[in-house]
């Protein structure tokens, strides 16, 4: 049986029976995921995965209480067992009038995200050559690369939500993705390069040419930074590349407009609709609805159908990324991003694809108009603190601006400052808008996300090296 056959019956019946002592709200979930991850290191086909995880999860709200549980078997006996176990946590809560609960035929919304090559009818053969080719562009870009990491991974992913409002919903979701990584050494000096390339969508993403330009984008930013000198220190303009740039965005403010950390006033912006939080040329989105984007779905994990929401707004802080329980919290309107890693999660606020706006200006105007400063073109890793908006970000791939050019690659470098404050300070917005994707882990699950934005220039933020 997969989620297609799944008795509708079975549903209701597990509502019914998680409301049987209370609460406010139940839902069941179903999902069934079928994929495959590949791996190349060194040449060699290191590890290669893929299968069939199927289950089901009943959960049960009563307030700010959250009662969840799920099964491995999708039947009579595991899902009844799951209600159980959400209504036996409520008991405490005396008993009830039994419910009954009227679900209306399915929704869904076949064809939002377009899929023209399913992974599944291509050959693994042919993906494992995709990660060949792409380990030989890799090494063509130079003799110094000394090792490649050529990844692969496609699922198709069906689910169906159920819950106690009536609401049914089926979603079929496919995801495609390649990443390559490159190692780079040149006497006792070793430099990485990371490149990817996903979306929701089918195997026609992966063309050659494209894995290709993943392949050498990866070696090019490791070769260059071969090369690389200690990076400086101190306060200067900083120009942030489109795409990977956006990862400061997301990290830096995205998680503190998440209504969990909102609600447990553990943000920065709790509090502070309607007031500035960045400069009057940003506006800023969450968009899970972007055709064929990496982190979009047609409904999010609870069954919501996915928007587009505005959070910043001419500088001005218009909303936050809401799930259903923090929605019915403070009387909001869920904005599609109850996000889960599987049947085996409890959904949470997460962004989907969040950016900053593209503006009118050139990323040549914005280089040429910053006589000295850093100009990060790929972040790393960093760490944040959404209650302050503190943060401190590694860089991948960094250069010194000197008389409006870009010039020394540099290593070492870290961008330290706090959300609103580089927000507040952005003075120049490019047009060539991207986004990459990631996958974003929080509350030890990880969702695929976009992260993205056009080149812009922060007038002025810490840049801690060693120089």
């Known amino acids: 049986m997969g989620v297609n056959d799944f008795d509708l019956g079975l549903a209701a019946a597990a509502l019914e029976r998680a409301l049987a002592h209370g ?24 590890q290669t995965s893929g299968g069939r995880d199927f289950g089901a999860a009943v959960r049960l709200l009563d307030g700010e209480r959250t009662f969840y549980a799920y099964s491995d078997e999708v039947d009579e006996a595991g899902l009844t067992a799951a209600a159980d176990a ?18 209306g035929s399915a929704q869904s919304r076949p064809g939002a995200h377009p899929v023209v090559v399913p992974p599944e009818t291509v050959d693994v053969r042919r993906k494992a050559d995709l990660l060949r080719a792409a380990d030989d562009e890799a ?57 990817t390339l996903g979306g929701s969508c089918g195997f026609e993403l992966l063309g050659q040419p494209a894995v290709l330009g993943v392949a050498r984008e990866a070696a090019g930013k490791a070769l260059v930074m071969l090369g690389s000198k200690p990076a400086p220190v101190g306060l200067m303009p900083v120009v942030l590349a489109n795409g990977f740039g956006g990862t400061l965005f997301h990290e830096a403010c995205g998680h503190g407009l998440e209504a969990d950390a909102v609600a447990k006033d553990a943000s920065i912006y709790a509090g502070r609709l309607g007031e500035a939080v960045a400069a009057p040329l ?29 959070v910043i ?31 085996r999660h409890v959904p949470i606020p997460r962004m989907t694809t969040t950016y900053i706006a593209p ?5 040549e105007a914005i280089i040429a108009a910053t006589p000295r400063g850093f100009y990060a073109k790929s972040l790393a890793g960093g760490q944040v603190e959404p209650a302050s908006g503190n943060f401190v970000f590694g860089v991948a791939e960094g250069y010194l601006i000197e008389d409006g050019r870009i010039t020394t690659p540099l290593r070492g470098a870290t961008l330290v400052g ?34 993205g934005q056009a080149t812009l220039r922060i007038a002025e933020m810490t840049v801690g090296g060693t120089g």
């Open 23 to 46: 609460g406010e709200f139940a839902e069941v979930f179903v999902e069934e995921r079928d994929g495959l991850t590949l791996r190349l290191e060194d040449r060699r086909l290191e």
């Open 86 to 103: 959400v209504a036996a946590a409520l008991r405490g809560g005396g008993s009830v009038a039994a419910p009954v609960v009227h679900l």
């Open 139 to 195: 090494r063509a870009a130079g003799g110094e690369i000394a090792q490649v990491i050529a990844a692969y991974a496609d699922a198709r992913q069906r689910v169906l939500i159920a819950n106690s409002l009536g609401e049914v919903v089926r979603d079929d979701r496919t995801r495609t993705r390649v990443s390559v990584q490159c190692v780079a050494r040149r006497g006792e000096v070793i430099q990485t390069g990371h490149e």
């Open 282 to 310: 940003v506006d800023a989105y969450d968009d899970g609805a972007v055709v064929n984007g990496w982190g979009s779905a047609a409904y999010d994990d609870e069954g919501v159908p996915t928007q587009k929401t505005q």
């Open 313 to 343: 707004a001419g500088g001005r802080l218009t909303g936050y990324l809401y799930d259903r329980l923090r929605a019915r919290q403070v009387g909001a309107q869920p904005t599609g991003n109850g996000r889960r890693q599987s049947f």
């Open 359 to 363: 503006g009118d200006a050139t990323p």
């Open 418 to 451: 706090n959300g609103i404050d580089i927000l507040m300070k952005i003075d120049m917005i490019a047009s060539d808008y991207e986004v990459k994707s990631g996958i974003c882990g929080k509350d030890g699950q990880g969702v695929p996300v976009g992260t």
